[in-house]
């Protein structure tokens, strides 16, 4: 069976740090287009970066300059690296990959998803 596996989350203050993990689990990375999104209470899921198979990176305006996509292929993990934290940043946050994606941030074009995990930014 295919998953994602998501791991960190948690809660942190304004302006700290935190990162997120995603593994794959019964299958292999190489060749997938991933993402990060998030959903808030009462919102829709936004989508904040992604990173194609073929090495592209994008970001949402909410989110550049403050949170970094990764991945290792060899380990099929990604990671989604927060820095500069702020409470609006609380959510529900979801890794997503895709076969070949072109790399846009729209959650449709996800067909595996991570379990989710929360976010919160409070001091």
């Known amino acids: 069976q295919w998953q994602l596996v998501q791991s960190g989350g948690g809660l942190v203050q304004p302006g700290g740090s935190l990162r997120l993990s995603c593994k794959t689990s019964g299958f292999s990375l190489d060749g997938y287009t991933v993402a990060w999104f998030r959903q808030a209470p009462g919102n829709e899921r936004e989508g904040l970066s992604s990173?194609?198979?073929?090495?592209?990176?994008d970001y949402s305006a909410s989110v550049k300059g403050r949170f970094t996509i990764s991945r290792d292929d060899d380990e099929n993990t990604f990671y989604l690296q927060m820095n500069s934290l702020k409470p609006e940043d609380t959510a529900l946050y979801y890794c997503?990959?895709?076969?070949?994606?072109?790399?846009?941030?729209?959650?449709?074009?996800?067909?595996?998803w991570g379990q989710g995990t929360q976010v919160t930014v409070s001091s």
């Open positions: 997503a990959a895709e076969e070949a994606g072109l790399g846009d941030l729209d959650a449709p074009d996800y067909d595996l």
């Open positions: 990173f194609t198979y073929d090495g592209d990176k």
